[in-house]
């Protein structure tokens, strides 16, 4: 049973999260990448509401089912680009920070696939996950009643 409802409750906090994800969706890091990372922190963390909502989201952005199913075994796959590989390394160290403080050798090896603000970017795509799966979790976010927002037809002349 859901304990709190974060938007209700404390809206400003919900609208500061919410433009944090908006100023990611604008960053300029792929569609897929972010849908990526989230899956996969969200899978580390076991927050089932998170993994119901980017789960249906990827969904709705056209990736492919293979990439979604394989993706906690994604050392494992060639499905992915080096450049996701780089991504999905960084989001594990970054959402298991307390284990491994992020060594510098992956920030090395990923830097060869991210510019400097790529890369601030993707550490805060990752914190945001981390942060929204924390807030799920703690307040029993009910699984499975997400729902994909239909897109919004542009208007004009």
């Given at each position: 049973?859901?304990?709190?409802?974060?938007?209700?409750?404390?809206?400003?906090?919900y609208?500061?999260?919410?433009?944090?994800?908006?100023?990611?969706?604008?960053?300029?890091?792929?569609?897929?990448l972010?849908?990526?990372?989230?899956?996969?922190?969200?899978?580390?963390?076991?927050?089932?509401?998170?993994?119901?909502?980017h789960?249906?989201?990827?969904?709705?952005?056209?990736l492919?089912?293979?990439?979604?199913?394989?993706?906690?075994?994604?050392?494992?796959?060639?499905?992915?680009?080096?450049?996701?590989?780089?991504a999905?390394?960084?989001?594990e160290?970054?959402t298991?920070?307390?284990?491994?403080?992020?060594?510098?050798?992956?920030?090395?090896?990923v830097r060869?696939?991210?510019?400097?603000?790529?890369?601030?970017?993707?550490?805060?795509?990752?914190?945001?996950?981390?942060?929204?799966?924390?807030?799920?979790i703690?307040?029993?976010?009910?699984?499975?009643?997400?729902?994909?927002?239909?897109?919004?037809?542009?208007?004009?002349?």
């Amino acid at each position: 049973m859901e304990r709190f409802n974060m938007a209700r409750v404390a809206p400003g906090a919900y609208h500061a999260m919410a433009g944090l994800e908006q100023y990611l969706h604008q960053s300029g890091l792929e569609p897929a990448l972010l849908h990526l990372i989230k899956l996969r922190a969200s899978q580390i963390n076991g927050c089932a509401y998170c993994l119901d909502m980017h789960w249906k989201d990827s969904k709705a952005a056209g990736l492919e089912d293979i990439k979604l199913y394989e993706l906690p075994a994604w050392r494992e796959t060639s499905l992915y680009t080096d450049r996701e590989q780089a991504a999905l390394a960084w989001t594990e160290a970054v959402t298991l920070v307390a284990d491994n403080h992020v060594p510098d050798q992956l920030y090395e090896d990923v830097r060869k696939h991210f510019g400097e603000k790529e890369l601030a970017d993707l550490t805060l795509a990752v914190a945001a996950i981390n942060a929204w799966n924390r807030l799920a979790i703690s307040a029993r976010a009910t699984p499975g009643i997400y729902q994909v927002p239909k897109p919004q037809m542009k208007t004009g002349t």
